[in-house]
């Protein structure tokens, strides 16, 4: 079984999920006492708020990166960001970690496309919503992703921020993200893509008004298949060659 490394903190709260989600699955597949081998680099989520508030992004990729590495040196056989948003940073990460980078937005995109599906509305932070990379990375995929309007953005943004990477579970938010797919849906959404790592932690994405697509559980999925073939699947290896090289 090969290693998975993550690089976790951003909330700990999700990160605690991938590590359930994780083990879980081993333990369907091999049975008994069996869980996974992993090593986790938690980061103070305060220091990378700050970084993404102040637009240092470039900063923020080093700090992430060294994260990587540090995980590569201490074994691990692949990366994840267990996080969305900071998949804005995912080529310095895979660059500098050296082995492959598990994306989380390929694999999310991988099953939408095995689906058939064209236009998810996509619930994230207003980094993932706004910046573009995601976006980008899922129309390289024939995907056309669709994101609440500004009000809408800001709220889901301040509920992922302000309760869910806290620990706070309010039935006004849940209602309120079902508000807002039902009104996706009306518009030509075809299903919903639940696009930050928390949002699982308030709505069940088998039961919304449109197909759901849990991001969080999709990724830790990809990780686990790579540590069980040894392939390396949908696994974005970004880079390894010219770190070999240099």
Not at 55 to 73: H, N, P, Q, V, Y
Not at 195 to 208: P, R
Request: charged fraction near 20%; glycine fraction near 8%; proline fraction near 2%.
């Amino acid at each position: 079984m090969k290693t998975i490394g993550l690089i976790g903190g951003m909330s700990w709260e999700s990160t605690a999920t991938y590590y359930r989600y994780i083990n879980e699955a081993v333990r369907n597949e091999l049975g008994g006492l069996a869980s996974a081998g992993v090593i986790l680099n938690s980061l103070n989520f305060s220091s990378v708020v700050a970084l993404q508030k102040a637009d240092r992004w470039e900063d923020a990729g080093l700090l992430l990166g060294s994260a990587g590495a540090g995980l590569a040196r201490a074994g691990a056989d692949c990366v994840l960001i267990c996080t969305n948003t900071m998949h804005l940073v995912a080529d310095k990460v895979a660059r500098m970690s050296g082995v492959p980078l598990i994306d989380i937005i390929d694999e999310t995109a991988a099953v939408l496309a095995a689906d058939h599906r064209k236009r998810p509305l996509l619930l994230a932070t207003r980094y993932t919503m706004e910046h573009g990379f995601y976006s980008d990375q899922m129309a390289s995929h024939g995907i056309d992703v669709v994101v609440p309007d500004a009000g809408d953005r800001l709220a889901v943004h301040e509920v992922i921020f302000n309760e869910l990477c806290q620990g706070v579970i309010r039935e006004e938010s849940r209602a309120l993200l079902h508000r807002i797919i039902a009104k996706s849906a009306a518009s030509g959404a075809d299903s919903v893509i639940l696009g930050c790592t928390e949002i699982q932690l308030l709505i069940d994405a088998n039961e919304l008004a449109l197909p759901g697509y849990d991001s969080t559980v999709i990724h830790a999925d990809a990780a686990v298949r790579f540590a069980l073939s040894g392939a390396n699947g949908r696994a974005v290896i970004r880079a390894v060659e010219e770190v070999r090289q240099g």
